[in-house]
């Protein structure tokens, strides 16, 4: 049997052999079908420990349970970060005292937040080595050394899926893992998300190139979340009367969509009157909670569901949802809007949730500050293959 030194050494060629010509990487994504949370899953350390964690798309950067795992916090490979240093710079923080873990190195604490929960710490900042697989059905993995994470107290873990560790952050910030990735292993500082109510997955690529038709649209303002402009709603082609004011985010870990309480109410009311247009059988039933607006599913006809549209920069760039997107089965006999009453105090007058988000492909571009996208017609985010969106012919 190989020494362990000699394993070490044998990883680290490993390491180099895959990092030498790395085309893309490829993060499996599950939907916890009790917290309706995404949950992906990387490795962590020299000794490539599986770890699950929570898919948060503004987080600004990745955050670890290290008290009660002991397989991060003794990894061989694994470093806290000093204050008065530039990855402590680098994380776009001010230095401030750790949580305690280390208090004769000063080390450099970041603000950690769960966004389930909306818990926060102070966590330690810390470096070690992540795997991610190539591609979602190859063995061979990539390695990213030096990759910077805040390691957390247990209490953070607070809401998050069972088995969850931590939250893997994917926001427009300099260590979130798109950015991470980009000056790791040189990819674009871009990534592809494409979510399902089961299989998913988050791809980073070195090229920039798609196959898929995409309509883009600008990513606004410098927040670490993504947020666009929707200037008005269309719900089978009849716009509504109601002034959008503020920005759009999208949001991973809002399972679903939610709107000011003034646009909502506009909303369901053109909703339910286009809903009984279209079908006799969308009968309105009494709500079952989280939802406002609910529907007898006896003779429940998906192809008559109004088309939402979202309408951006311009008429000729729609965001639509179709009814896959926007009604959710909660029973045997009533269907529901997945479109939800979020009351007058939201800092964002609409967050599109998770389901919004499935089976969709998104291109988030943080160089250009664009966002395309491309809603599934036909199939689906769990048949998603890279081959299928990216263009390598250039």
């Known amino acids: 049997m190989a020494s362990p030194s000699s394993q070490f050494l044998l990883f680290l060629c490993f390491i180099f052999l895959v990092n030498a010509s790395v085309n893309s990487v490829a993060i499996p994504v599950v939907k916890d079908v009790s917290t309706l949370q995404y949950v992906a ?233 286009a809903a009984a247009a279209a079908s006799r059988d969308m009968s309105v039933v009494a709500p079952v909670a989280p939802f406002s607006l609910c529907f007898s599913s006896k003779g429940f006809n998906g192809s008559a569901v109004p088309v939402i549209d979202f309408v951006l920069q311009s008429e000729m760039v729609k965001w639509r949802f179709y009814g896959s997107n926007s009604m959710v089965k909660v029973n045997e006999e009533v269907v529901c809007l997945g479109f939800l009453d979020g009351g007058s105090d939201l800092t964002s007058s609409i967050v599109l949730g998770g389901f919004q988000l499935e089976d969709n492909v998104m291109d988030f571009d943080l160089g250009t500050s664009m966002l395309g996208f491309s809603t599934l017609r036909g199939t689906c985010c769990s048949d998603f293959s890279p081959n299928s969106v990216l263009d390598e012919s250039l």
């Open 41 to 273: 899953k990387i490795h962590h350390g020299v000794s490539q420990v599986p770890i699950n964690l929570v898919l948060d798309l503004g987080g600004p950067l990745t955050w670890v349970d290290c008290d009660s795992s002991a397989d991060v916090s003794s990894s061989s490979s694994r470093r806290l970060i000093p204050s008065q240093s530039i990855q402590c710079s680098r994380s776009g923080k001010s230095p401030v005292p750790g949580n305690g873990s280390d208090t004769t190195t000063n080390t450099c604490g970041v603000f950690t937040q769960n966004g389930i929960s909306g818990l926060v710490t102070t966590g330690d900042l810390a470096e070690d080595t992540i795997a991610v697989r190539s591609e979602l059905e190859d063995p061979s993995i990539t390695a990213v050394d030096q990759f910077l994470f805040s390691c957390a107290p247990t209490f953070l873990l607070q809401g998050l899926a069972r088995g969850a560790r931590g939250m893997l952050g994917l926001g427009r910030a300099p260590i979130s893992l798109p950015s991470q990735l980009a000056t790791g292993i040189g990819h674009q500082r871009k990534f592809f998300m494409c979510l399902s109510s089961s299989n998913g997955v988050v791809l980073s690529h070195h090229t920039s190139t798609t196959k898929l038709p995409l309509m883009y649209t600008p990513l606004i303002g410098k927040s670490q979340d993504y947020f666009i402009n929707v200037k008005s709603i269309k719900i089978n082609g009849n716009p509504l009367s109601v002034t959008i004011e503020g920005l759009t985010k999208l949001s991973t870990i809002v399972p679903y969509a939610t709107m000011e309480s003034s646009i909502y109410a506009t909303f369901a009311k053109a909703f339910t009157k």
